[in-house]
């Protein structure tokens, strides 16, 4: 199979980056194209991100020495990228405004910011959770026009630790009504510089802008069902979140309670459920479909991040403590790697599926 | 005035040290006496915690060449003492066994431990919260035949950073039936050497074993009415616990999530409800009395652990980031000093309190 | 004694927040005046500061409600301030050009930048060290023209740790001729918000921009004579420095190997000549002068920054782990506050100085 | 080719978990026999381990139900292994005596412990620096009566981060005469748990017992010759070593003054060497050799431990930071993974190296 060429847009930030490493030796896809803002265009990538390379692995030999363009100058990426993976650092207006323009100039957009999460025709996707909602895909070119344009994009990195364990819940017969979640979040997810180390060396900041909102919002509409060419959101499950941002790398840790809508599972049942939970990226044999999707530790004090985030490359789930709650139904922790599966990862999984399903 | 004399069980402990260091030039109390193991016994102060004296200031100049006692020799101690605190460590047996025959001795215990904190003539007391348990001590002596001797307890420090908060809301009219709160404790409250390093850098351990059972249960009975000699919970308000430890020295932080069981105030109502908050250790101007009780920070990123828990000299409890929870009725983020609110120096304003009421 | 009014430039940052909070309640100096970026200027200062005080006690009473003035404003300190400490931060060329200015308008400067540090009539001090340079004031009167007006400035953290013992050596009779230093030094070091958290925690960073060179000049400056209205530099120190950054939030260590010019001590004779070692601040009584001025540990394990970087209220060097050396002749490990002595109290304890010695 | 099957003793430990990642699919390598301390033995290994495996990948598979063999007793690996990897917990007398039974028992030891390294017919090898040590086995053998049995042992830890690049620059004709090096090392180095998080978090500890010795002593004997029947070290280097521990989990990193011998190389023909050394490792294509040995970084701040430490699977030294010294004639930052390179991988690759070279 000839592999599709792929683009990276905002490729010298740690998102950006994050694409790079993990699109080396990807079977279905080869990084062609990096662009970047005007003050890195022109520039070879290795210029453009002397001496902040920030991942374990050096920079790939492919990207190396490819020619960094402008993110803003869409004419380039024609004829050159057949996807582009878009990790743009701007305001929201011009996000949507410039991803627009990518789809508009036939070339699908899978992105990881935030800007289009809420707009009605673009599907927001956990491939395990929500593959159908690839079907909004036809509404929106419908209705923009496209043809072989398309926006899909990823939620947040803090809802990854609990929104699949919640469907597969609901999945089974269990749907949940309300949840409290408390996270310990990496501060690999601000960023970087991201958070200063006086404020996170024997730190912890109880606040993150913007994210409670989101990991209280998403979930609703990543449940949700297609009707009428949008996405209407589950509000019959209520989410509190406290976000909280920890001196941790990578690895965004949750402690949740749950309280069932109707009937309610035994703690053996549910830990039947998780460790059976299959769905279509598995069935399909994405290539960066963890197997298993979920993994439940029986160890008292796990999971942990640094010896946990890395399952299943960086792409599965980690469970562990559960145990009955006193005030809702159960409780338990959930561990996800917010850089692989909460970013990157994530967003080249959603990649791998609407590929599969013939959406591009 | 006379100071009291005062013995400090388990002094060559953490929190041994801890009551060391807060006692030193105490206005009502003069440590004359320090116990430990056999194996510390006839060693100077100084030579027995050679090499493991870990406070930031020296070790208090009267303390220093103390000669060690073996805390199991009770005679040893009588007739030297007008008090004890205890920090022994050992067997919840031992410990319970230890501080009983030093109180059947004549000499009052102020203990930190949790080996009599479900005695049921014991009282276990947030000085600010329910200072009237104080009075359980005249059916402990009449029951337990003891004259001046007594016991009484500190609870855990989990519970410090959210007790006091939700008992002033229960003062003004507004009970709370549930809560779910989501803690993150400091290394220092596991002791010395305490957490390894190797799980702390870059990483959290989401368990501490029994914290949460404590969390949950504690504050119910501190809430608790005094009939018949023992304290009846007042388990008309339910808690769910996740206990977490993370890389912060002294400090925990709790997420908090309440449900009223009527009447719900607003936020202003309750901001002011908590910065109006006097009790009884603040009306008799007790030496480690924090005046005010409780701090409110207005900014979004506060309580942080390294910034806010010296607050009161560390005896404050500070609160932040209130807000209307979307499952419950009000979240906040609540933080304390553990080892001083929530060990040494809470044991040492409940001793002050004891004093001022005329028990000792 | 009335106090003397002094301003501080540069308020709003890290460095100045630590010179208001050493400030408070000192007994010679009044801070009346607080002075800032044009951005900052007629605020208060508590609104100029608001979620960016850093310090763990809370903004200073009589600083709270000050109004901001711009600090490139002269005249407004001109008859309000008997002094102002400079913790400007601009580039080289303005901060020297803004210290003349108010030194031209009699105001003396005591300053913490580095800026003035190789000017020739500028001393550059530690005062236990060389107290005696503050002569070189007269020189730069008579050579300025200014009869109250003074630049003083204070040598760069990272030196504070090796410079006062090596000293003491030399004075009595051991001087040095070659020495390696390797430093560990805290983040609160490059200011807020400095290293970013991605690289700190489980990390170090072997670099510090510009810190080499200045651990390498500066003690040849402070360890010179003055002669001819200026400082000539002792060369016959050879100085090489590995600075690194550490996950260590205030104190900066240092790891020292000390070749003696022609004799050498025996290991005691190096103790005993650190721990009797009095200068002028201990002889004059300064009201920051730490008693002892330099502190020996005989724990194998220590200094360690958290556990006594607060000795003499963060004015004092902890020495320890003195052994000889194979290579050179001896080794040891020294250890300072570096935000204390390392900055703003350095400056504080050299402005005292000045005051007692008549200069202002 | 049939892969030799091998024993791990002190499987439990860290060092012995990272055996047994490492081992994991060798191609030369089938680990078939676990063995540890009499607690452990007649368990599974997964038993044995249950919470205490520190790894990030899980259990291998071929290891996770082996039964646990006491190490005390030899006579059981027998028959079952061709080679042991020892990393016994014990004291020194104790391992020495039990390497010396295997050994006896036909069984080749290669061991990480620092039991023998100073024994004087037993090698102590960097197969990049010392590779031809190997041959005090044929007198080691003789000596002692063993003919298929052999003991080989790794050095410390620390030192593989300098101790390679200075042999490249002996090799190339620049002989060093004298060293000053400060290490700052990672917790890891400790085994588990190690450092307690409380002297960690905000801290450093400028002390390893043990390890300055066994820094500077070491090189010596791996650069030294082999000369009737025992190495003699090279004295010519005079070594002064400072360790330190800092809050890393893997990496060591070291600051490193040298003085050569007699020539002085400029530092472009030091950095030539350093990036084209290859030794008997790459040349003989072991299956652990890092190619390249030696990594040169030019950004000014690298390298750092997490994003250095991996470079060659961990096998590799990553070094920058080159500048010359005021005080010696060059200076630069070596880095090494401690528990890769620096334990386990390397005596893995000592072990492939002798079985290249038929020693076994």
Same sequence: chains 1, 2, 3, 4.
Avoid at 5 to 18: C, D, E, P, S
Avoid at 19 to 41: C, G, I, K, Q, T
Avoid at 143 to 168: E, M
């Amino acid at each position: 199979m000839n592999r599709m060429k792929v683009g990276v847009l905002g490729a010298t930030g740690m998102v950006g980056q994050n694409y790079l490493s993990l699109l080396d030796n990807h079977p279905w896809f080869e990084v062609v194209y990096v662009a970047a803002s005007p003050r890195s265009a022109g520039k070879t990538f290795a210029q453009a991100v002397a001496g902040r390379w920030l991942m374990a692995r050096p920079i790939p030999e492919p990207v190396h020495d490819l020619i960094v363009a402008d993110a803003n100058d869409v004419t380039q990426a024609v004829g050159q990228c057949d996807l582009v993976f878009s990790a743009i650092e701007s305001d929201k207006e011009t996000i949507r405004r410039l991803e627009e323009a990518y789809a508009a100039a036939d070339i699908p957009v899978v992105s990881n910011n935030s800007a289009h999460r809420a707009t009605a025709d673009v599907p927001m996707m956990v491939p395990e959770v929500n593959w159908e909602h690839a079907e909004l895909i036809k509404d929106q070119r419908q209705q923009r026009g496209w043809t072989r344009g398309l926006i899909a994009v990823k939620p947040n990195c803090s809802v990854q630790s609990y929104v699949t364990p919640v469907y597969a819940l609901k999945q089974a017969g269990y749907p949940v009504s309300a949840m409290i979640v408390s996270t310990m979040q990496a501060v690999s997810g601000a960023g970087y510089p991201g958070p200063s180390s006086y404020n996170m060396i024997d730190g912890i900041v109880p606040y993150i802008g913007g994210e409670e909102e989101k990991s209280e919002r998403e979930p609703q509409r990543i449940l949700g069902q297609r009707s009428n060419g949008q996405i209407i959101p589950d509000t019959s499950i209520k989410i509190a979140a406290h976000c909280n941002r920890v001196a941790v790398i990578d690895g965004h840790t949750a402690c949740v309670s749950l309280k069932f809508a109707d009937r309610k599972p035994c703690l053996d049942e549910v830990k039947a459920i998780w460790q059976s939970f299959v769905s279509e990226p598995q069935r399909l044999s994405l290539p960066s479909a963890p197997i298993p999707a979920m993994i439940y530790r029986e160890e008292p004090d796990r999971p942990q991040p640094r010896l946990d985030r890395d399952a299943g490359k960086g792409m599965a789930v980690t469970l562990g403590r559960l145990r009955s709650c006193p005030v809702f139904d159960i409780r338990f922790v959930g561990l996800s790697h917010n850089t692989i599966r909460g970013a990157a990862g994530g967003a080249i999984l959603m990649a791998e599926l609407l590929k599969a399903k013939g959406y591009m």
